[in-house]
């Protein structure tokens, strides 16, 4: 395994499912917890980049587990797996725990891997989104910081920032302005 293979967290009350889920995403580093509580435990030691769990589990079932996460991991992406599909409750996961994809069981192994590389991406596009975001607040502050730089010495020395250019790219100086 790649030491920079995304970390992804496996939710699920049956040890067979997260077997079955470990063997199809081997290529990840995979965590598995067999509850929400014990998921819990682990994402406040871990960063995972996608979290992937049980729609019904006893105790707290997936989305109220993924409404807990969210708050402890909002950058990870987030799936439910269920054997138990209805429209509503994919609204309810999708509404309530910001949900990326609902997967059915039992899966198609090929979905599965689908989903999670599409979930990684649409990760990783969001975070280079936000790092763009971020690099052009920097860009501006910078230009508001030499625009006010600027202010102040025309204010000092009118005239100081203006420059006239000519087509060939040299200043042309006024030679009047020295006299």
């Known amino acids: ?16 499912v997260l077997k079955a889920l470990s063997r199809i995403l081997r290529d990840y580093h995979l965590v598995t917890a067999q509850s ?13 980049d996608l979290v992937i ?4 589990m006893p ?19 987030r799936m439910i797996l269920t054997g138990y599909a209805d429209l ?3 609204q309810h ?3 309530e725990a910001g949900v990326f994809r609902f997967l059915n069981k039992p899966w198609n192994n090929l979905e599965i891997i689908n989903a999670v590389a599409v979930a990684l991406e649409h990760k990783r596009i969001l975070q280079e989104n936000k790092d763009l975001a971020d ?4 860009q501006q502050a910078l230009l508001k910081d030499q625009d006010t730089i600027l202010r102040a010495l025309e ?8 420059v006239n250019w000519a087509a060939d790219g040299s200043i042309i100086i006024n030679e009047d302005e020295y006299e």
């Open 1 to 16: 395994m790649n030491e920079d293979a995304a970390k992804i967290l496996l939710v699920d009350d049956e040890q067979n």
């Open 36 to 48: 929400g509580e014990e998921s819990l435990l682990l994402a406040k030691e871990i960063e995972f």
């Open 53 to 56: 769990s049980d729609y019904r």
């Open 59 to 77: 105790g707290m079932d997936g989305v109220e587990f993924l409404k807990k996460f969210i708050k402890l991991q909002p950058n990870a992406m």
């Open 88 to 90: 509503e409750s994919a």
């Open 93 to 95: 996961a999708i509404n």
């Open 135 to 138: 690099q052009v607040r920097r």
């Open 155 to 162: 204010a000092e020395e009118p005239g100081i920032t203006k």
